[in-house]
């Protein structure tokens, strides 16, 4: 982290785990043991239905709701999709793009980039998700493909609205399998993906941009992850979903800091 020049930024990813009564009483008890410094941003992101609740139940917090997708059209014909205005209007700050596990599901790089250009016109925060595969690292195919996902996720997108971007690196082979990379594999990706918004955009940019890691973070692990000077946050799935879990990730960016 440097904060001296970029945003702490820590997000969860509820995925598709918690109903919309479930999301209450997460929040309850959050808003209980919430780690109270100003120093990092706190999203957290939640299946669809579960936003109005998440909304309403931390409306008076500091804490940013968000979603976990979004169409990249304003309106239409569309059934079962959500529009990024219908976000804005439903309370949220964030939503996260590009998720490898919507990938997975068929969503391309230039599905992820119309989705970007969608959420930054209509004023959300974009948690743009990046990251390679076990077998693309083992082909040494990493920093081209991360290269190949910015680039892409970031067309037409111009410097001011850079700035209101927010990007993760997922190590695919990391999420969700109790594998989390070393603080050097994420470093050494986020470093990359630094160099790479400073030449699409200048140093000035690419000082101010948070770049999240992702993967298997948990209470354990984070203040180390977090120590790393290019890592300036996290993208949680699964310690996201226990309170206690949560707020101790949130407090470990003050002590990594300090
Ligand atoms: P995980 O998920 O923390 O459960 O590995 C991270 C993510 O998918 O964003």
Redesign the pocket.
């Known amino acids: 982290m440097n904060r001296k020049y970029r945003k702490t930024v820590i997000a969860g990813?509820w995925?598709m785990y918690k109903t919309p009564s479930e999301t209450k009483e997460f929040m309850t008890e959050f808003k209980s043991i919430m780690p109270k410094g100003r120093w990092c941003d706190v999203a957290l992101c939640v299946p669809a239905v579960c936003i109005s609740a998440a909304v309403r139940a931390m409306r008076e917090t500091r804490v940013g709701i968000g979603a976990e997708n979004c169409n990249a059209n304003a309106s239409g014909a569309y059934t079962g999709e959500i529009a990024a205005n219908m976000l804005l209007d439903a309370g949220c700050k964030y939503v996260?793009l590009g998720?490898?596990?919507r990938r997975a599901m068929g969503e391309t790089n230039v599905d992820v980039n119309a989705k970007v250009l969608a959420a930054l016109e209509n004023g959300l925060i974009p948690i743009i998700?990046v990251g390679e595969s076990l077998e693309q690292r083992e082909m040494e195919l990493t920093m081209a493909h991360i290269n190949y996902q910015v680039r892409a996720a970031l067309s037409g997108v111009d410097a001011a609205s850079l700035r209101r971007c927010v990007i993760?690196y997922?190590p695919i082979w990391?999420?969700?399998?109790?594998k989390t990379a070393t603080s050097e594999q994420a470093e050494e990706v986020c470093r990359e993906i630094r160099a790479i918004i400073r030449d699409m955009y200048g140093a000035r940019a690419a000082r101010g941009v948070s770049i999240l890691y992702?993967?298997?973070?948990?209470a354990k692990n984070a203040a180390e992850l977090l120590a790393q000077p290019d890592v300036d946050g996290?993208?949680?799935?699964?310690?996201?979903l226990k309170p206690n879990d949560f707020a101790t990730i949130i407090a470990a960016t003050g002590e990594a800091n300090e």
């Open positions: 990813n995925k996260i998720h490898s596990e998700c993760a997922e990391a999420i969700g399998t109790g992702g993967g298997s973070m948990n996290g993208l949680i799935g699964g310690a996201s």
